[in-house]
């Protein structure tokens, strides 16, 4: 059983940055691959971006890279999601999410893939 706390939502301006964190409980957390997720009102959750287990391989929607980094810090039970250049349009509540250690360090892009979820950070984007 994975659980897991989403932090450092806010309002920023539209080029702007945000951190966010996620803190994870349970001492297999470095067993699990780990994604990021998005949802917009009104809309469906799509995903933002993955990584395995350790520090690669990682994953991003085309619409983030280059501005979007996924890491994590398994000493501290700890993924993070360092966004950049941040637009309007990428307002939505933020999700963390985690596989099954059963999938090993393989990633992946749709939600039903996840069997964890945090509660969410929202993230605003103003214009």
């Known amino acids: 059983q994975v659980q897991l706390v989403e932090s450092g939502g806010g309002l920023v301006q539209a080029g702007g940055s945000l951190r966010l964190s996620c803190a994870a409980s349970?001492?297999?957390?470095?067993?699990?691959?780990m994604g990021w997720f998005r949802q917009a009102p009104g809309k469906e959750r799509e995903f933002v971006a993955a990584?395995?287990?350790?520090?690669?391989?990682?994953n991003y929607a085309d619409s983030v890279k280059g501005r979007f980094t996924i890491s994590r810090d398994n000493a501290e039970n700890t993924v993070y999601l360092q966004m950049n250049s941040l637009k309007p349009e990428e307002t939505a509540v933020y999700y963390c999410?985690?596989?099954?250690?059963?999938?090993?360090?393989?990633?992946?892009?749709?939600?039903?893939?996840?069997?964890?979820w945090g509660q969410g950070t929202q993230v605003t984007v103003s214009s």
């Open positions: 999410a985690a596989r099954l250690a059963s999938y090993g360090n393989n990633l992946a892009r749709m939600s039903y893939d996840y069997s964890y």
């Open positions: 349970g001492r297999t957390f470095s067993n699990n691959a």
């Open positions: 990584i395995g287990r350790s520090t690669t391989p990682i």
